[in-house]
């Protein structure tokens, strides 16, 4: 059993795709096939179900794979804690981000880091909250900044670092300009302009509308709130944003207080509450925690 048979594994186990399996590990898709075949040889069972469009594991796949992630673990975890002790951390380190964490600084914060340690390699990827807290809770991902809905994700800890309330915002020329504030079931009947379900923001407001027992008519979806703003300024319905988001993108838009019931968006730092990672995934979250402190 070689550890290169053991990191292909788990890397078609995490992507469910031979192809994109290997292209994560730029070798050839014969080369982790034969690998595979060749690992599962030596256990006596199948690993991988390959029957359907998605590889699966099989029961026997459930039952190596934490082995298999562990054995690389600690690899790893030797390799780094040896350069810890001639003071320099090498590796790798996996940032996610929603897209309406772009108020933060996040380029700044990683450049920061970059400088203390430049030999740690670090990527940044964009998606959804929901699928950033199960990529941290698989490892895919070191640490996240997560929208979060009103029930917190399982498994993470989590540091808020912004909490704005969460305003509408509807075209200047609409007859709701004759005020500033509004309660949701004032609202009710406009078509909403969204932020896709799987979102933070999104989880909030249909969580807001569930306890004021009304049902929100989503007209148009998009994952940049740039868009949800311009939508919203051409008079096509009203758009759920953070103050300081609808303020930034405001040009032909006027803002609502939403005054019952109120709500907020937060974002937050998510990492793994049991094993924060490895050496260099430790000092990005230290960084990161020290940059961004919990919201005055």
């Not at 350069?83 to 790798?92: A, P, T, Y």
């Not at 996610?96 to 996040?106: F, N």
């Not at 808020?160 to 509408?168: C, G, K, N, R």
Request: charged share 20%.
């Amino acid at each position: 059993m070689e550890l290169r048979q053991l990191e292909y594994f788990v890397t078609v186990a995490d992507e469910r795709n031979f192809t994109r399996a290997a292209a994560r590990l730029h070798v050839t898709q014969p080369g982790v096939s034969a690998q595979i075949r060749q690992l599962e040889r030596e256990l006596g069972q199948e690993l991988l179900d390959r029957s359907g469009r998605v590889t699966r594991l099989t029961e026997a796949g459930e039952v190596v794979l934490p082995f298999a992630r562990a054995a690389l673990g600690a690899v790893a975890g030797a390799r780094l804690a040896v350069d810890e002790l001639s003071g320099l951390l090498r590796g790798h380190v996996a940032v996610g981000m929603v897209s309406q964490s772009a108020s933060l600084d996040i380029p700044e914060l990683l450049a920061g880091f970059h400088r203390r340690h430049p030999a740690i390699e670090i990527t940044l990827a964009e998606n959804s909250s929901d699928h950033l807290a199960e990529g941290v809770r698989a490892g895919t991902y070191d640490l996240a900044f997560i929208g979060l809905a009103p029930e917190p994700p399982r498994g993470l800890a989590l540091q808020v670092v912004s909490d704005e309330p969460i305003v509408a915002a509807v075209s200047a020329d609409s007859d709701l300009t004759g005020t500033g504030s509004a309660t949701l079931a004032e609202i009710a009947d406009r078509a909403l302009i969204s932020l896709p379900v799987g979102t933070g923001l999104r989880a909030c407001v249909d969580a807001a509308y569930a306890s004021a027992g009304l049902q929100p008519r989503v007209g148009f979806e998009a994952s940049d709130p740039r868009m949800l703003a311009r939508l919203a300024a051409r008079g096509l319905g009203l758009a759920f944003l953070t103050e300081p988001a609808a303020r930034a993108y405001g040009d032909g838009l006027h803002i609502l207080t939403i005054s019952d019931p109120p709500m907020r968006g937060r974002l937050a730092l998510a990492w793994r509450a049991e094993a924060p990672g490895s050496p260099a995934a430790r000092a990005l979250i230290a960084h990161a925690r020290a940059e961004f402190g919990e919201p005055g």
